[in-house]
């Protein structure tokens, strides 16, 4: 694996509370991606980050927000988790445009 | 509105054989295609890549052949293996954003 650490890997929580998944790498990348996968939509990008400070919406943002304070950890939180935000949810990391992006293992939330 | 599209939700081939992984795009912006593939339980693993300046990239057993003006892009494994039986993603790049399709599930028969 390329250096990259999501925590955690499985979580479930109820529906309306607040919940924060942790991307870690020690790449030093300059991008970071969050994504969740669900059956029949593939992998949509929620929130990228293109350096500290610096992120912008993906494809499925709302519900979501980011923070990237270091160029190490990319934080992903849902202010208020719905059933629909159960999902398998992948960071990535990749060290240019137009490079490669390398993959975690993934957290697999649960919204009850 | 889908930029990424993968219209094979999955195909069989015999091993030994060529297995060829279809893709589709939109947004003529996209500079940049990838190719990964995904086991059960794990991240996306990277395979290959190509460049809009170029028309083909080949890596050991994977070619990617990119068609600008058809906007579409293609994966071909030659040998097929049991081991290349996952789900495979096409992706694509523009402007910071990595655009992945629905994915294609390969399944490689004895």
């Known amino acids: 694996d390329a250096g990259i650490t999501q925590s955690p890997r499985h979580k479930v929580t109820e529906t309306g509370t607040p919940v924060t998944l942790r991307c870690h790498q020690t790449?030093?990348?300059?991008?970071m991606y969050w994504y969740r996968q669900d059956p029949g939509h593939g992998l949509r990008l929620i929130h990228y980050?293109?350096?500290?400070?610096?992120?912008d919406k993906g494809e499925v943002s709302d519900g979501y927000s980011v923070s990237r304070s270091k160029t190490e950890d990319f934080l992903l939180t849902l202010e208020s988790a719905t059933s629909s935000q159960t999902s398998v949810y992948f960071c990535?990391?990749?060290?240019?445009?137009?490079?490669?992006?390398?993959f975690g293992q993934g957290t697999r939330l649960t919204v009850v | 509105d889908q930029q990424v599209k993968q219209n094979s939700p999955s195909l069989s081939v015999q091993e030994g054989r060529i297995s060829i992984l279809n893709c589709d795009y939109t947004?003529?912006?996209?500079?940049?295609f990838l190719w990964y593939k995904k086991y059960p339980a794990e991240g996306p693993t990277f395979l290959i890549s190509?460049?809009?300046?170029?028309d083909k990239n080949e890596d050991g057993r994977f070619t990617v052949f990119l068609n600008k003006s058809a906007k579409h892009l293609s994966l071909h494994i030659v040998p097929s293996q049991p081991g290349d039986s996952a789900v495979y993603f096409c992706a694509a790049s523009a402007n910071d954003k990595i655009i992945f399709g629905k994915g294609t599930r390969l399944h490689i028969l004895p």
């Open positions: 990535a990391i990749s060290h240019g445009r137009n490079t490669e992006a390398f």
């Open positions: 947004n003529s912006m996209f500079d940049y």
């Open positions: 790449e030093n990348h300059r991008y």
């Open positions: 190509i460049s809009s300046i170029k």
């Open positions: 980050s293109y350096g500290v400070k610096d992120t």
